[in-house]
């Protein structure tokens, strides 16, 4: 059990946009970046969001992260087949004293 | 380029000891800490613990503490987990990450099977 919450799972049509929330506490999300991560079926993770907002060289603008208090979003618009894939936050938590990551949301494309 | 490359897949037997390895090149390998992520078959990504090649200094998850061991060779830019009595349980898919820092865990090795069963 994380003490980080995502759903587990999220849909969307092609071209629709979608969001995939994460929800912590005032030991991780409301001190520390939020740093978001694609897992494509059957590859290693690949960050997608790092200090809560920011793009890595290479990831499209049509994925943005948002953080306010002890909550973070992960929005993706223009959804493509493409995007089907697991997502998950990650954030370093003060009273763990270690990083932690939420459950997961997997990504339907219908 | 940075690549993190990692052993390869192992099938074990439970009581067995096991060392698996991650291997680094296109980068300063002992200016960023390397990090172990564990992937249950159908589960999530859970954090295990941190080395600093540096200085070898180590952290780990609450979970992980004492079940593993994490080490790591500069002279040759590998990071290892090491079992020394394996479980059922520790089956998993692997990962060794590259943290930067604020800029997160920017580079995985290709993961590491390991499947312990009689």
């Known amino acids: 059990q994380s003490v980080l919450t995502q759903p587990p799972s999220a849909s969307g049509t092609p071209g629709q946009r979608v969001t995939i929330s994460c929800s912590g506490s005032s030991s991780n999300i409301g001190r520390n970046y939020v740093f978001w991560y694609q897992q494509l079926p059957g590859t290693a993770p690949k960050l997608l969001i790092y200090r809560n907002t920011e793009r890595p060289s290479g990831v499209p603008d049509r994925f943005s992260g948002s953080q306010s208090g002890t909550s973070a979003s992960l929005a993706i618009t223009g959804l493509r087949p493409g995007d089907e894939a697991d997502y998950y936050c990650a954030v370093w938590d003060d009273s763990l004293r270690g990083v932690v990551f939420a459950g997961g949301t997997k990504l339907t494309v219908l | 380029e940075v690549q993190l490359v990692q052993s390869g897949a192992v099938v074990k037997k439970p009581g067995e000891s096991l060392r698996i390895s991650c291997q680094a090149s296109?980068?300063?390998?002992?200016?960023?800490?390397i990090a172990w992520v564990r992937q249950m078959p159908g589960k999530g990504l859970e954090w295990m613990g941190i080395?600093?090649?540096?200085?070898?200094?180590?952290r780990y998850s609450p979970s992980f503490e004492g079940q593993v061991t994490i080490s790591v060779d500069k002279s040759i830019s590998t990071a290892s987990l090491q079992w020394t009595s394996l479980k059922a349980s520790d089956t998993a898919n692997y990962y060794c990450?590259?943290?930067?820092?604020?800029?997160?865990?920017?580079?995985w090795g290709q993961g590491t099977l390991v499947t312990v069963s009689s």
């Open positions: 990450v590259r943290d930067n820092n604020d800029y997160g865990y920017d580079f």
């Open positions: 296109g980068y300063s390998f002992s200016t960023y800490w």
């Open positions: 080395i600093y090649p540096g200085d070898s200094d180590t």
